[in-house]
């Protein structure tokens, strides 16, 4: 950013008029560029390997060990991908202090994981352990898991009851967010994840604590009362009879909601009206309703279920909080117009002044490039040297890709466990 602001008043020593069209060109251009946060990732490409080396260039840390983990896992390359993911989890947790609205003088500070972020974390940490046979690992990240969506939920709520009132704000502002709020599930939780708990159950079943399971399981149902595929699951518990063994497959499916910045008129008093850079987000929406399983004869034997509507949740937590972000920025623009009044009588300040008042930290449009859509499980029970058929299918039962599967079990677990990841309505292969 010195770099940029340095470039405009070099640009200013030989001419204002030039610096003013440098400034209109950083507004218009060079602030969304300089994240790419439209631009399509290798990870869309199923490129897991280019991926790695673009995330390399990430400027924050938090997020570059946080994908690093994640495209290792995309790979299967579970002990690796910890270690990165370790690394995530350690420095979010150095930020948990600090205020979940802060905002410091527009400029944009390093991106502060938010509770979806660290629910995640944990989530596939657990499944990387999960996959490596190492049980008891995995059965602390789904307690961390849980323990963070317990934490953040207080957070918010607490946070928020700092705020007496909302004067600052023009309700008209909120109705435009209302098309992007429409097209996300607006009962989905922000906070708590079924998947989460599900996982954990997964774990207490291959140590035969089948009680422990059930509890799970009704937790996840909370969450998710309408899910007959919970249901199901939760009376084979409940029957505490023996459980054949059983293979659990998961699906990473399209992409997830992308940070990104609307340069609006907001009405700031009677008598002014400032264009605003607001937060947004934009919605990359997956043709694909369900995963099919076949069999050779091609009978049904199981469908997808989805345990983690990503969408849901950001966009949902973005809701939540929308309000209160637009009030402290509201704030912070009231301060500003003694700012504007020396910057109009100031050449050099003037095009940097407005630079540095459009960036703040909860603006800040850096997100993951690699996180999902959402994550659908499918659990059967397979016959012997039976090979299987995967349909990803659209609403119309339209068969977008398919991909033969055949069971392989690790000898460390009493069940089977296999991972997919869909991109672009297709199987990554």
Request: charged letters at 25%.
């Amino acid at each position: 950013m010195h770099g940029i602001i340095i470039f405009c008043i070099m640009i200013t020593m030989f001419s204002f008029n030039g610096c003013q069209t440098a400034s209109n060109l950083l507004h218009t251009a060079i602030i969304p560029q300089s994240y790419n946060y439209l631009k399509e990732s290798p990870v869309a490409k199923c490129d897991f390997a280019s991926a790695l080396q673009e995330v390399q260039n990430s400027k924050s840390p938090f997020l570059k060990n946080a994908e690093l983990g994640l495209l290792l896992f995309y790979q299967k390359n579970f002990n690796r991908s910890k270690t990165f993911f370790e690394k995530a989890i350690s420095l979010y947790r150095k930020d948990e202090s600090k205020p979940l609205l802060a905002l410091s003088d527009y400029t944009v500070l390093d991106y502060m994981a938010e509770g979806y972020d660290k629910v995640f974390l944990h989530n596939y940490n657990a499944l990387n352990y999960l996959l490596m046979g190492d049980l008891e690992n995995a059965k602390v990240e789904t307690k961390n898991s849980d323990f963070i969506q317990q934490k953040e939920r207080e957070r918010f709520y607490k946070e928020i009851r700092n705020y007496k009132s909302l004067k600052h704000i023009d309700r008209t502002l909120l109705n435009r967010y209302e098309k992007l709020f429409s097209r996300v599930d607006s009962s989905h939780n922000p906070y708590q994840n079924p998947f989460s708990f599900y996982i954990s159950s997964l774990i207490f079943e291959e140590e035969g604590r089948l009680d422990d399971a059930a509890i799970d399981l009704r937790h996840a149902l909370h969450y998710a009362p309408d899910s007959g595929f919970l249901h199901k699951r939760l009376e084979q518990y409940d029957k505490n009879n023996p459980i054949s063994k059983r293979v659990e497959l998961f699906f990473d499916i399209g992409r997830s909601p992308v940070k990104t910045q609307e340069r609006v008129p907001v009405k700031v008093s009677k008598e002014k009206e400032l264009r605003l850079y607001l937060p947004s987000f934009v919605l990359y929406l997956s043709q694909i309703d369900k995963i099919v399983l076949l069999d050779k004869k091609n009978n049904v034997i199981a469908v997808s279920h989805t345990l983690s509507d990503i969408n849901a949740i950001k966009i949902n937590a973005f809701r939540k909080m929308l309000p209160f972000m637009l009030d402290k920025i509201f704030k912070e623009v009231s301060k500003e117009m003694l700012g504007d009044t020396i910057a109009r009588q100031n050449s050099l300040i003037g095009p940097v002044y407005n630079f540095l008042k459009v960036l703040y930290s909860q603006n800040n449009i850096l997100s993951w490039t690699s996180l999902p859509q959402r994550i659908d499980v499918i659990s059967f029970i397979p016959q012997i040297n039976q090979e299987y058929m995967l349909e990803a299918r659209d609403k119309n039962a339209r068969v977008l890709d398919r991909i033969v599967f055949q069971v392989n079990c690790s000898e460390k677990l009493k069940n089977c466990y296999r991972h997919y990841v869909l991109k672009k309505d297709k199987f990554c292969k």
